[in-house]
């Protein structure tokens, strides 16, 4: 059942049968409407006659419910100048199945020469700046590749086991999905790991990252025309990082999506940036992510 609370968040509930219950909670956030705050707590026993009190704690979470969790783009420790393990990892926070079908991936590095990377060039509700934009199969509202609740999904730039190549990085050969560009002669395409694959025809090569401050987006697809910006209402979850964060540089993502920037680790350091909590995020990449002295690839 669904019950709503009183304005003071306490919710009473009278004459249960003596039973044990599992207590969600969700509301929106009272100040940015993208974030959802929940919490359960599990097991709470309610015998005959007895009172039973419990508290339940929340956490936000974006309210699409799959976060860009962790960014690995600075390359294991080496000195072959050898970043090709690059990922990205999804996180479902929510409590139900959501589906990736036509999901948009997007590195922004452009729109030097305006306001900067994700910023909103002439303030008509899009941010700008497409480099590379890559796309899950299918069309948004179809239902093909869910992302479960609680699940974390690899997109590397290869899945392949780079460990083979230089023996620091991390073997992702059973990634769930890799960046593959269709018009590059060289990439490489693992049989056994589905692709994410270019609507840029004029970009030839993998869709790589700068290792150490760059802007990445997560899209719905419902707005494929990246030459005048992607709309912000399309935006699931986007995520800036650098090395040297504000006030010694500027971020320019647009604030209506993160407010902050996310610290990098040193470039072939193996080290990587997650949120602090798996999915949790309060649209302020400062506080959100923290560095990771290894990459997690598929796990918090
Ligand atoms: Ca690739
Ligand atoms: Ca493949
Ligand atoms: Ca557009
Ligand atoms: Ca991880």
Redesign the pocket.
């Known amino acids: 059942m669904v019950k709503q609370t009183g304005s003071d968040g306490i919710l009473r509930l009278d004459h249960l049968p003596a039973a044990t219950f599992n207590v969600s909670v969700r509301k929106p956030h009272p100040i940015d409407p993208s974030i959802q705050l929940v919490g359960a707590t599990a097991g709470i026993v309610v015998r005959s006659g007895d009172t039973a009190l419990d508290t339940v704690i929340s956490k936000p979470i974006s309210s699409s419910g799959i976060a860009i969790n962790e960014l690995y783009t600075v390359g294991p420790v080496n000195n072959l100048f050898f970043f090709f393990d690059q990922y990205i990892e999804l996180y479902n926070a929510s409590d139900s199945v959501r589906y990736l079908d036509g999901m948009l991936v997007i590195r922004m590095s452009g729109n030097s020469e305006g306001l900067g990377p994700g910023a909103d060039e002439g303030l008509d509700g899009d941010i700008d700046g497409v480099t590379y934009i890559f796309k899950f199969p299918g069309n948004p509202g179809e239902q093909n590749h869910p992302i479960r609740p609680g699940q974390f999904v690899i997109l590397?730039?290869?899945?392949v086991d780079h460990t083979k190549f230089v023996s620091t990085s991390y073997d992702l050969s059973r990634a769930d999905w890799?960046?593959?560009?269709q018009y590059?002669p060289e990439?490489?395409?693992n049989p056994s790991v589905p692709n994410l694959i270019n609507i840029r025809s004029d970009r030839t090569v993998?869709?790589l990252i700068s290792l150490t401050s760059d802007v990445i987006v997560l899209a719905s697809g419902r707005d494929t025309v990246w030459v005048d910006g992607i709309d912000i209402a399309t935006v699931v979850d986007a995520v800036e990082y650098q090395s040297n964060p504000p006030p010694s540089s500027l971020k320019t993502l647009d604030s209506r999506i993160d407010r902050g920037v996310a610290l990098s680790p040193p470039r072939y350091s193996g080290q990587a940036i997650q949120r602090v909590e798996p999915g949790s995020d309060t649209n302020d990449s400062s506080v959100d992510f923290e560095i990771r002295p290894r990459a997690t690839p598929g796990y918090q």
Do not use: K, P, R
């Open positions: 590397a730039v290869d899945g890799e960046f593959y560009n590059s990439d490489i395409d993998d869709f």
